[in-house]
């Protein structure tokens, strides 16, 4: 897997835009392989008792997906050196094959020494497409 | 109900070593649906400069998460975790996780604010080898919505 190089992006370069499906297998497996067994990303019952309109994904699922944006450009899982989001909107999953989906884009903000970049992070998701991610921003390592 | 206001600046661990496996990287990456081969393959990795396969960088959650557990689980601070949101989180690698990386972590609870009905729990989780080598620092920030407005 190759990646982008740092000579060949520019401030404002756009990161190729990714569409994620997310459903309840999903989160389940999240729920496994992190040990965030929270009962309102499963549990649809007690999803509603809280208040909740169902099952919504966890947030740091949402962030790994929008980590992987950036590991994906960059061709490598180690490139990110700083990340960090805050989440402002759930991410419902229906109890469907179809799932929800999260729309995840990115643009450079800046050139940093040492072959690092700024990268801005946009996510929406939701039925109503909203911005699930804001302050979304990661630092990058380019070969 | 608000959060005890005794608890900022306390420090919870260092817990038990961590030890990063091939097998939860590997996990993790499906999980996520990182198809680097970086994550599963050793020899991959290693031509790519890593000493074994590498975690993507979200991975550090779950040592984090285990650490800072210790805090909210505290009865003395009085969380309810049914009510609680993730507001924010983020990650300062100084290198990224790998296999065979046996780490410690520490959490220090940087802040705790109430905000009208809401109350803001602040923390940061330092991960660190067993040998002192910093890794990465996880900032996690949980909302604890009040009980009565019911959720948003």
């Not at chain 1, 450079?108 to 909203?130: F, H, M």
């Not at chain 1, 699930?132 to 921003?137: D, F, G, H, I, S």
């Not at chain 2, 080898?129 to 407005?149: F, I, K, N, Y």
């Given at each position: ?12 370069t ?90 995840i ?39 | ?52 396969v ?7 959650v ?24 993730h ?26 604010k ?8 602040i ?30």
């Amino acid at each position: 897997m190759t990646g982008v190089s740092y000579d060949s992006v520019e401030k404002g370069t756009d990161l190729p835009q990714r569409s994620y499906r997310v459903t309840r297998l999903d989160l389940v497996k999240y729920a496994g392989a992190s040990g965030d067994f929270n009962v309102i990303h499963w549990n649809e019952r007690l999803a509603k008792s809280v208040g909740l309109p169902t099952v919504i994904a966890h947030g740091m699922y949402t962030m790994a997906q929008a980590g992987k944006l950036l590991t994906e450009w960059a061709g490598d899982p180690g490139a990110v050196t700083d990340f960090g989001v805050r989440f402002s909107a759930m991410v419902p999953v229906p109890d469907d094959d179809a799932g929800a989906t999260i729309e995840i884009s990115g643009k450079v903000l800046d050139k940093l020494e040492g072959n690092q970049v700024t990268v801005d992070i946009v996510a929406r998701g939701g039925p109503d497409g909203a911005k699930v991610l804001t302050r979304a921003r990661a630092t990058v390592r380019l070969p | 109900m608000a959060l005890n206001p005794a608890f900022a600046g306390r420090v919870f661990g260092p817990g038990e070593p961590y030890e990063v496996s091939r097998v939860k990287i590997a996990d993790f990456a499906d999980a996520i649906g990182e198809q680097s081969e970086l994550c599963r393959n050793r020899e991959a990795a290693i031509k790519a400069g890593y000493p074994d396969v590498i975690a993507p960088p979200t991975f550090a959650v779950v040592i984090s998460m285990a650490s800072s557990g210790e805090v909210n689980a505290d009865p003395e601070l009085g969380l309810d975790y049914s009510m609680v949101v993730h507001s924010d989180q983020s990650f300062s690698y100084s290198r990224p996780l790998h296999a065979g990386d046996v780490v410690v972590a520490t959490t220090t609870v940087d802040s705790i604010k109430s905000v009208g009905s809401m109350s803001m729990l602040i923390t940061s989780t330092e991960i660190v080898t067993v040998d002192g080598e910093h890794v990465c620092t996880a900032r996690s920030t949980l909302v604890e919505r009040g009980a009565e407005r019911g959720a948003e």
